[in-house]
């Protein structure tokens, strides 16, 4: 680099801008006013071109601000100076030109925040997109039961008292087979998002999404369709923590192989959470959920609370350990009774420029409040589920496309034989922005 970088018309006025220590080369009457300026640092150009704007002098600080990122072009802050003086000048088009490269840039969060200041200013603080998604995949039963089920009844069950008082009709020690429809089959969902981004820079970003999906299984009978209205808002980051609240509202409808079987739900959902970060490598999240939902079978409250650590082990690879506490009470004429759980995971995800993955396992333990009519006690479900998500990565961004494929196995060990034993579902997400306002 030159020991001397010669700006010629950046400063017209006869003498320096407040608080400059950098002499003059006068060129002549009449002529641009020439100002010979050292090497400097990048911390020398970003006080020069506060003081420019601090007297006003802003399409002079714009012209600074831009000469200096010449010099260090992979400057964050010089490139955010020379947006900030240009939206001053009342150039905005400039302003956003030179926001655009940092849109997918990894920054640091302060950076992000006048980034989204400056592009507030300029284009309002309100922006939206929608986005379409589709996902496949084979579903080894469509509605996650058994097709066949052989009940036992055992002594001291409700339904084994019955048999006993009607045995002319009922053998207590005789199992009940009850067989149903083959529900196995490729599962087909279709869905719209429209949402609604206020980034303003301030101390919260809010998100509002609506949500529209259908389900058509290549077996007929097991359609469905529904509508979601979402909320959430994140804090800025203080001091290492973050706020997030969130809110739902959603109908659905859902077919089950048999039409006096289908289900109309509604369903409210509201959650809050916390997240700490110990250290650079080192974060964890404390939260915290409330779920109510109605259909005509069953009248369902669910309370969630969840922790999680993450700590970063290398540039690409993150793992993490969870914990969550569980309490579900249920109503109506379903048959499952309410339950308590509590649930371990372990993850790892790896972020690659051409692909990313993550890697689950969870251990669930289930305890039901209450006992199936064909139970003398109530009875525990064991879950183990391993989880693999492979993803396209941060370099195929200018496709403006999200693939992921999913493998997951669910082993399940309880005495209710509804349940299926063991699952494996393989499905394939893609989803694309169709339209931004950014």
């Not at 640091?108 to 989204?116: E, M, Y």
């Not at 959430?232 to 859902?254: D, K, Y």
């Not at 192989?257 to 409210?268: F, N, W």
């Amino acid at each position: 680099m030159a020991a001397l970088v010669i700006i010629c018309g950046y400063v017209t006025h006869p003498g320096p801008a407040s608080g400059s220590d950098q002499p003059q080369a006068h060129a002549g009457p009449g002529a641009p006013v020439p100002v010979l300026l050292p090497s400097m640092s990048p911390s020398w150009f970003l006080n020069r071109t506060r003081r420019l704007l601090n007297e006003g002098r802003a399409a002079e600080a714009y012209k600074l601000a831009r000469a200096a990122f010449d010099l260090y072009p992979r400057s964050t802050e010089l490139r955010l100076s020379a947006a900030f003086a240009a939206m001053q000048s009342g150039r905005c088009q400039l302003a956003i030109r030179n926001l655009d490269p940092l849109r997918d840039k990894v920054i640091a969060p302060a950076f992000r925040r006048s980034a989204t200041q400056v592009r507030s200013a300029c284009e309002g603080p309100w922006q939206w997109q929608a986005l379409i998604g589709a996902t496949a995949g084979y579903r080894e039963s469509l509605v996650d039961r058994q097709r066949d089920v052989k009940i036992r009844l055992q002594q001291g069950s409700r339904m084994h008292s019955i048999c006993l008082r009607l045995a002319v009709l009922c053998d207590p020690g005789r199992p009940l087979v009850l067989h149903g429809q083959p529900d196995s089959g490729i599962d087909l969902w279709a869905n719209l998002t429209i949402r609604h981004l206020y980034r303003a820079g301030t101390d919260w970003d809010v998100d509002l999404d609506t949500i529209l999906f259908q389900r058509r299984p290549r077996r007929p009978g097991y359609a469905g369709d529904g509508a979601i209205q979402r909320m959430a808002a994140l804090s800025r980051q203080v001091a290492g923590r973050q706020l997030r609240f969130g809110a739902e509202v959603g109908v659905s409808r859902f077919q089950q192989g048999r039409v006096d079987l289908a289900i109309l739900q509604t369903h409210r959902r509201g959650d809050v959470g916390l997240f700490l970060a110990h250290a650079a490598d080192l974060r964890s999240f404390i939260g915290a959920s409330y779920l109510k939902a109605r259909s005509q079978w069953l009248d369902l409250t669910q309370t969630r609370y969840e922790y999680s650590l993450d700590k970063t082990i290398t540039r690409r690879l993150t793992t993490s350990l969870g914990g969550v506490r569980e309490r579900v009470r249920q109503a109506g004429l379903g048959l499952m009774p309410g339950s308590q759980a509590r649930e371990v995971s372990v993850g790892l995800r790896w972020a690659g420029d051409h692909l990313a993955a993550h890697l689950y396992h969870t251990r669930r333990h289930q305890s039901f409040l209450g006992q199936l009519p064909f139970l003398a006690a109530p009875h525990r479900a064991r879950t183990r589920t391993t989880r693999l998500d492979l993803m396209n990565g941060d370099a195929l961004g200018w496709l403006n496309l999200k693939v992921v494929i999913s493998f997951e196995y669910r082993k399940i060990s309880t005495l209710d034989p509804f349940r299926l034993p063991a699952s494996k579902t393989l499905l394939l997400r893609i989803s694309r922005e169709i339209f931004s306002s950014r």
